[in-house]
């Protein structure tokens, strides 16, 4: 029986939400999904895409806010166990959590990007009552045009947002940008 790409993502997927729904407390649960140690890099691409822009952005949104005080308080232990998990442990040990205090903001800085559209860095930001995610993606090479990424976001609804091609490739422009929007 031949079982599509999709379908399988589908039920990794799933199983990882029901796994890992609990990241932000004190329980144990384990993710579900294989280790990519030796996986080719397509596969990873997609484990990172998949933590990146669907699953961080899932705890920041549904946790109550508990996500984003874990990691703002530096209890970053979760986070990575998981990252070990769906990606591998070597990317998951140059994952750089930052707290941006004076902000009410923290900032993800990840591993040179494998492929587009991964992530340079995400910041996740508290206004008030409500969180925003935002994303510094790698993309295509344009030639000329001296595009370093592209300032992208994920909505509470699931909505990707696209700010658009920036030139920059630190993370203070990065932090700069979305902080001045």
Same mark, same amino acid.
């Given at each position: 029986?031949? %079982?599509?790409?999709?379908?399988?993502?589908?039920?990794?997927?799933?199983?990882?939400?029901?796994?890992?729904?609990?990241?932000? &407390?004190?329980?144990?649960?384990?993710?579900?999904?294989?280790?990519?140690?030796?996986?080719?890099?397509?596969?990873?691409?997609?484990?990172?895409?998949?933590?990146?822009?669907?699953?961080?952005? !899932?705890?920041?949104?549904?946790?109550?806010?508990?996500?984003?005080?874990?990691?703002?308080?530096?209890? %970053?232990?979760?986070?990575?166990?998981?990252?070990?998990? %769906?990606?591998? *442990?070597?990317?998951?040990?140059?994952?750089?959590?930052?707290?941006?205090?004076?902000?009410?903001? %923290?900032?993800?800085?990840? *591993?040179? *990007?494998?492929?587009? *559209?991964?992530?340079?860095?995400?910041?996740?930001?508290?206004?008030?009552? &409500?969180?925003?995610?935002?994303?510094?993606?790698?993309?295509?090479?344009? =030639?000329? !045009?001296?595009? =370093?990424?592209?300032?992208? =976001?994920? &909505?509470?609804?699931?909505?990707?947002?696209?700010?658009?091609?920036?030139?920059?490739?630190?993370?203070?422009?990065?932090?700069?940008?979305?902080? &001045?929007?």
């Amino acid at each position: 029986m031949k %079982v599509s790409q999709k379908g399988l993502l589908a039920s990794v997927v799933f199983g990882l939400i029901l796994c890992v729904s609990g990241c932000a &407390t004190q329980q144990s649960t384990k993710a579900s999904a294989p280790n990519q140690t030796n996986q080719n890099e397509p596969q990873i691409s997609k484990s990172i895409y998949f933590f990146q822009h669907k699953l961080i952005a !899932q705890w920041l949104y549904e946790s109550d806010g508990a996500f984003f005080s874990d990691l703002k308080n530096g209890d %970053v232990t979760r986070f990575m166990e998981v990252a070990s998990e %769906v990606i591998n *442990p070597e990317y998951a040990n140059n994952i750089v959590v930052t707290e941006l205090a004076e902000h009410d903001a %923290v900032l993800i800085t990840f *591993p040179e *990007p494998y492929d587009f *559209p991964n992530c340079y860095f995400v910041l996740m930001k508290k206004q008030g009552a &409500t969180f925003s995610y935002y994303t510094y993606e790698k993309t295509m090479d344009l =030639g000329e !045009q001296n595009i =370093g990424g592209v300032l992208g =976001g994920w &909505t509470a609804e699931g909505s990707h947002l696209n700010y658009g091609p920036r030139s920059y490739r630190t993370a203070p422009d990065f932090v700069k940008d979305v902080l &001045t929007m």
